[in-house]
């Protein structure tokens, strides 16, 4: 990568991480198909360094939510389990998928359902109640297989898969969606890792796209959650949506092979 | 702030500190001409990294409980094999 390349993806990903930081989503949804489109990266360096990027931004948020004893870790532990088996059977999967015409087809239709899953998370998505973790929390038998498919996607397609296991903390096990959120976040940090490790070890991480993607992702995160605040929070909205309804054209293009 | 929840924070604040510092020498050093070693460094960096919140998840289950720490190790082990399946592949 030239450093123009290398500066403008660093740039791509702040944004990324930034627009996502704002709605406590990663920013994969976005940087994923923006790499893809923009840089004409191939799919596997594109979603091992936005699996590693994600780590990092995972880890920065559960320390603030650890420090508020949000994160429900004995939920999350019986949960993990099968994301992580989830982000395994992804990570395989993906490799077979990857750098084919039709598998390409197939994963950029996959992204066009999440993207559209995304907007219409952020115009249900409940306002965070109060409530703090607890043990008395039942994990209905759905919710494993729910946050196996979250695996999945998150090793898939590179984004974390909060927006499968808020819902699934939330309506299948009964936690609150502060919890939820919370838990989720600390959850996607473990999948995420999962996921990059296979990739890693499979010499799919190019430190020279991943390096930028992981601090302007975590930076742009960083940004993200602190300005939030100070927007205002329908046109931030309608903003987002803007960009996601870009990137919901850019799959459903690839998708149908036009792109 | 609970026992687990202090000692997983400690493991990713000391886990996410070392990986970003170890990951920025190694680019540090490939950027000043030394392309293999800064390469080998920093995906000493992207490691530290990724286990970071798999180190953070055992630490927090080993303080609850025991049943917590063994499931927390059973999913490691988990993906050691899952790790260990791929690259047999």
Redesign the interface.
């Given at each position: 990568m030239t450093p123009e390349e290398t500066i403008g993806l660093g740039l791509v990903a702040f944004g990324a991480g930034a627009f996502g930081g704002m709605f406590g989503l990663g920013g994969g949804i976005i940087l994923v198909p923006a790499m893809k489109e923009w840089f004409h990266l191939p799919t596997e360096k594109v979603v091992a360094a936005s699996l590693?990027g994600i780590?990092?931004t995972?880890?920065?948020s559960?320390?603030v939510y650890?420090?508020r004893?949000l994160?429900d870790?004995?939920l999350?532990?019986?949960l993990?389990?099968m994301t992580?088996?989830g982000s395994?059977a992804g990570?395989?999967i993906g490799?077979m998928l990857f750098n084919q015409a039709a598998g390409e087809r197939v994963l950029a239709g996959l992204f066009a359902v999440i993207i559209i899953a995304a907007m219409f998370f952020l115009f249900r998505r409940k306002e965070a109640d109060d409530g703090n973790a607890s043990d008395d929390l039942r994990v209905q038998p759905a919710a494993y297989g729910s946050v196996f498919g979250g695996g999945v996607i998150s090793s898939l397609l590179g984004v974390g898969g909060g927006i499968i296991n808020v819902p699934t903390i939330t309506i299948l096990v009964g936690a609150p969606v502060r919890v939820s959120m919370a838990t989720s976040a600390?959850m996607i940090?473990?999948t995420?890792?999962?996921g990059?490790?296979?990739y890693?070890?499979?010499g799919s991480?190019d430190?020279t796209v991943?390096?930028p993607t992981?601090l302007g992702l975590?930076l742009g995160a960083q940004v993200g959650a602190r300005t939030s605040r100070y927007v205002s929070g329908k046109g931030l909205r309608l903003s987002f949506c803007v960009v996601l309804l870009y990137m919901l054209f850019l799959q459903g293009r690839r998708a149908l092979g036009v792109g | 702030?609970?026992a687990?929840?202090?000692a997983?924070?400690v493991i990713?604040?000391i886990?996410?500190a070392a990986?970003?510092l170890v990951?920025l020498i190694?680019?540090g050093l490939?950027h000043t001409g030394h392309l293999g070693p800064g390469?080998a460094v920093?995906?000493v960096g992207?490691?530290v990294?990724?286990?970071?919140?798999?180190a953070?998840?055992v630490a927090?289950?080993f303080k609850?409980n025991r049943l917590?720490f063994r499931?927390?190790v059973?999913?490691l082990l988990?993906?050691a094999a899952?790790?260990f399946l791929?690259?047999k592949?």
């Open positions: 590693i780590v990092a995972s880890i920065a559960s320390l650890l420090k004893d994160v870790l004995s999350a532990n019986r993990l389990l992580v088996i395994v990570a395989w490799k600390f940090g473990v995420a890792a999962s990059s490790a296979i890693l070890m499979h991480v430190p991943a390096g992981l975590f | 702030m609970s687990e929840s202090k997983s924070r990713l604040l886990g996410l990986g970003l990951f190694g680019g490939a390469t920093a995906f992207l490691w990294l990724v286990c970071t919140p798999l953070a998840l927090g289950a609850t917590e499931r927390a059973f999913t988990v993906l899952g790790l791929g690259l592949k």
